[in-house]
């Protein structure tokens, strides 16, 4: 029976004509946009803003997505998908800095009966941080299939989260997950 995988949502997970060099940038990208400053040297703890327990419709079903606040450099979290009340999708989400500075989102899908999408994990680079606007970008050359090339998470809000998913077709999200805090 063949299973479908709907677009990784990493949480969420998770559209740039991708090259090399766009992979390449820093985690302390400036951004153009001068209503909301980047911040040049992330920590962990400006992510501290996605912590707590999100849901919302997506993917076809309904996504919830729940972080645990930042510590000791790392944040974790929980992701499911749930469709005509049958769980579909899991994730493990892992956000930590590494030695050297730099911010990584990482995270492996599993299905029902804790069933492995993946052989490896999916790995993502903090690329650019706005207030609370984190992208995060493949640090593969190319993604496996289930996977997004780039995603960014954005809280307008204390009460609202929005997860943008990214493949390779273009600027247009592939998905988009709008979920508000319980």
Avoid: C
């Avoid at 790995?123 to 090339?149: C, H, I, M, V």
């Avoid at 995603?151 to 508000?180: C, H, K, N, Q, W």
């Amino acid at each position: 029976v063949a299973r479908m995988r709907p677009a990784s949502v990493l949480a969420v997970a998770v559209t740039l004509g991708s090259t090399g060099a766009a992979l390449a940038r820093p985690a302390t990208v400036i951004s153009e946009r001068s209503a909301r400053p980047a911040v040049e040297s992330p920590e962990v703890t400006d992510l501290a803003w996605l912590t707590g327990h999100w849901s919302g419709p997506g993917l076809g079903g309904r996504a919830e997505e729940h972080w645990l606040a930042p510590t000791d450099g790392s944040m974790s979290a929980q992701f499911r998908l749930v469709r005509e009340g049958v769980a579909v999708m899991y994730e493990l989400l892992l956000i930590e800095q590494d030695d050297d500075g730099e911010i990584y989102y990482r995270f492996k899908h599993v299905g029902p009966g804790w069933t492995p999408w993946e052989e490896t994990r999916l790995e993502y680079r903090l690329t650019e941080l706005e207030g609370r606007k984190a992208t995060f970008r493949s640090t593969a050359d190319a993604p496996q299939p289930n996977a997004p090339w780039w995603f960014t998470y954005e809280s307008p809000s204390d009460d609202r989260l929005v997860v943008s998913i990214y493949g390779p077709e273009g600027d247009a999200p592939s998905a988009r997950l709008s979920m508000t805090r319980q």
